[in-house]
T-cell receptor
């Protein structure tokens, strides 16, 4: 079964730290991978999209990398801020699939 | 431009009751979908639609019905609610299916409906 996992389930860091969130997927034949942010009581917001042919994407303080051979993606957040506190979800489109398979998310708390 | 709207925000049902979760978008998106989110699990796709009159099943369709009579609306029906359907439900829309990368495939999510079935 094609699955997406994210470890840890929760992470708490002091403001200003650089941090890495992890996403693992069971099948290396992916089409693309997307990172989302979810704020409490709200829907998801797209952060970064990585095509299967790409190794990384950057947007501001965020950098997402993709290593298909090892079945992993990482989301790097530089100089974290309290406003970064949210749940971060990884979603993968496998092979010829049309829709995302979501990971369970990592709940991030950045402490002032 | 209201984006994706969902009603109600919160609902309590008794086992066996029926209800409809409403989803509407004003962005002229062809693709719409319903997900459920449970603790410790990722969002799971229930049903999706690639345009008016066309719907298909996702990963967890049992117990749910959908129809798409207009581009704007994509209601989700629970015919006989069960405690296992207690969850948070999200509707999403985009110009194209998520597989199509870039702006066209970017999904916009509603704020969610929290459903409790007793």
């Amino acid at each position: 079964k094609q699955e997406v996992t994210q470890i840890p389930a929760a992470l708490s860091v002091p403001e200003g730290e650089n941090l890495v969130l992890n996403c693992s997927f069971t099948d290396s034949a992916i089409y693309n991978l997307q990172w989302f942010r979810q704020d409490p009581g709200k829907g998801l917001t797209s952060l970064l999209l990585i095509q299967s042919s790409q190794r990384e994407q950057t947007s501001g303080r965020l950098n997402a990398s993709l290593d298909k051979s090892s079945g992993r993606s990482t989301l790097y957040i530089a100089a974290s801020q309290p406003g970064d506190s949210a749940t971060y979800l990884c979603a993968v489109i496998f092979g010829y699939g049309q829709n995302f398979v979501f990971g369970p998310g990592t709940r991030l708390s950045v402490l002032p | 431009n209201a984006g994706v709207t969902q009603t109600p925000k919160f609902q309590v049902l008794k086992t066996g009751q029926s209800m409809t979760l409403q989803c509407a978008q004003d962005m002229n998106h062809e693709y719409m979908s319903w997900y459920r989110q449970d603790p410790g699990m990722g969002l799971r796709l229930i049903h999706y639609s690639v345009g008016a009159g066309i719907t298909d099943q996702g990963e967890v369709p049992n117990g749910y019905n959908v129809s798409r009579s207009t581009t704007e609306d994509f209601p989700l029906r629970l015919l006989s609610a069960a405690p296992s359907q207690t969850s948070v439900y999200f509707c999403a829309s985009s110009y194209s299916p998520p597989r199509l990368a870039g702006i066209e495939g970017t999904q916009y999510f509603g704020p969610g409906t929290r459903l409790l079935v007793l």
